[in-house]
């Protein structure tokens, strides 16, 4: 003889029954702890953030006020920078082209210029007062130099040969 299964009673209709009174203590501590826990990550990220603005505060460069040696320092570099911005290459290239070109060779002994006022003056040794014109003459039909002046001339009697020192200004053209 074959056992049949057991009955499935289904009542829906069956009175609720109450959650024990461990089940509600287990739910008001988790609440507690969780909690606990959000109020302790709050002061965590307020902590951080007060650590993460004090090293940002020692972490910037203080702004100071400027002591009169870092002026004349930056007045200094920019002088410099103003200097080494100056196209040089046309004047000198110009400068020895002149010289060659000269019936007579001429000697450059020194070159001055100022960039500021546009000014250069030019200081050269020749034979005979003729080379120094022919020098002088060269250098105004320079695409460089505007209105170059003869300023002085001697005859150098230290010398064995006795050359002719000249000073010559012009202004620059850049």
């Given at each position: 003889?074959?056992?049949?299964?057991?009955?499935?009673?289904?009542?829906?209709?069956?009175?609720?029954?109450?959650?024990?009174?461990?089940?509600?203590?287990?739910?008001?501590?988790?609440?507690?702890?969780?909690?606990?826990?959000?109020?302790?990550?709050?002061?965590?990220?307020?902590?951080?953030?007060r650590l993460e603005t004090a090293l940002a505060a020692t972490a910037q460069p203080r702004q100071r006020a400027p002591t009169p040696e870092s002026l004349?320092?930056?007045?200094?570099?920019?002088s410099i920078e103003r200097e080494l911005g100056v196209p040089w290459s046309p004047l000198l290239a110009e400068l020895e082209a002149a010289a060659h070109?000269?019936?007579?060779?001429?000697?450059?002994?020194?070159?001055?210029?100022?960039?500021?006022?546009?000014?250069?003056?030019?200081?050269?040794?020749?034979?005979?007062?003729?080379?120094?014109?022919?020098?002088?003459?060269?250098?105004?039909?320079?695409?460089?130099?505007?209105?170059?002046?003869?300023?002085?001339?001697?005859?150098?009697?230290?010398?064995?040969?006795?050359?002719?020192?000249?000073?010559?200004?012009?202004?620059?053209?850049?």
């Open positions: 003889m074959r056992k049949l299964p057991a009955r499935v009673r289904l009542d829906f209709v069956a009175p609720v029954h109450r959650a024990p009174l461990w089940g509600a203590a287990l739910c008001i501590a988790g609440l507690a702890a969780a909690a606990a826990v959000g109020f302790a990550f709050a002061r965590q990220l307020a902590e951080r953030g004349k320092s930056a007045a200094e570099a920019k070109d000269s019936t007579e060779t001429v000697s450059l002994l020194r070159v001055e210029p100022d960039p500021s006022k546009r000014i250069v003056r030019i200081t050269a040794e020749v034979r005979e007062l003729p080379a120094a014109l022919d020098y002088l003459e060269r250098l105004q039909n320079s695409a460089v130099l505007r209105h170059p002046m003869l300023e002085s001339h001697e005859r150098r009697k230290d010398d064995p040969q006795h050359p002719l020192r000249i000073k010559v200004s012009a202004e620059w053209r850049t």
